[in-house]
């Protein structure tokens, strides 16, 4: 229940704040900004909203679709340091659970990034008069999440200390 909230509750403020916005967009909005922050390129407002909820929508299937099939796959297909320790049936559902859970996190900082994104796009197109995006908070802040992210699911299936699978 935890895992299901935590994929579908920032799909769900990333769709609903780009519905919720639509109608305060101007058209076109101001999409692609370069190093400065500068508005270089744009697109229709419904193209956006559209792109955006695609993008979204494309994540949480991915994320919450391998969440699923791993359990399910062949032990051959999945590349995981030291699998015959980690996958023997004693340990076999902890490691599934906790493959599920880091992918959870991956795809609820992701998605995380795309709400901030879609807020800041939003923000920038409808109260000024020029478009204007610094994302280097944010993309060093997502950044920062997924190696801390990364790091801590190395450290979980790290060398186990003794190999025996019993």
Do not use: C
Not at 2 to 12: G, N, Q
Not at 55 to 64: E, I, K, P, R
Not at 77 to 104: C, E, G, V
């Amino acid at each position: 229940m935890k895992r299901a909230f935590l994929l579908l509750a920032p799909y769900a403020l990333v769709v609903g704040h780009l519905l919720w916005s639509w109608n305060d967009l101007r058209d076109p909005v101001a999409t692609r900004f370069d190093m400065a922050g500068n508005a270089v390129d744009t697109m229709g407002r419904d193209a956006f909203v559209l792109t955006m909820t695609s993008v979204a929508t494309f994540l949480l299937v991915t994320f919450a679709g391998i969440s699923w099939l791993i359990p399910k796959m062949p032990v051959s297909l999945i590349n995981l340091p030291h699998k015959d320790y980690w996958l023997h049936p004693s340990r076999r559902d902890a490691t599934f659970d906790a493959i599920q859970n880091s992918m959870t996190l991956y795809l609820f900082v992701t998605m995380a990034l795309l709400l901030v994104l879609d807020i800041e796009i939003v923000r920038n197109n409808v109260h000024t008069s020029e478009a204007r995006l610094s994302p280097w908070l944010v993309l060093g802040t997502y950044l920062a999440a997924i190696t801390v992210l990364t790091v801590r699911f190395v450290l979980r299936f790290r060398r186990p200390a003794v190999m025996d699978p019993d």
